[in-house]
């Protein structure tokens, strides 16, 4: 799954460890969804797109 999340991140000026304890998830996990190696979960994506006032469909592409 593609998605705009480092992008998104960069933009605040935030490191992958602030993010994650923004998300309540570990700094690997925020990387591991930046590469595309790892989906996130739902109730995790609706954190995301919540955290960013975007909608789900606009930070993840399944393309």
Known sequence: MNNRLKVLRAM???SQAELATRLDVSRQAVNAIETGKHD?????AFRIARLFEMPIEEIFDDQ
């Open 40 to 44: 996130p979960s739902l109730p995790l």
């Open 12 to 14: 605040r000026n935030w």
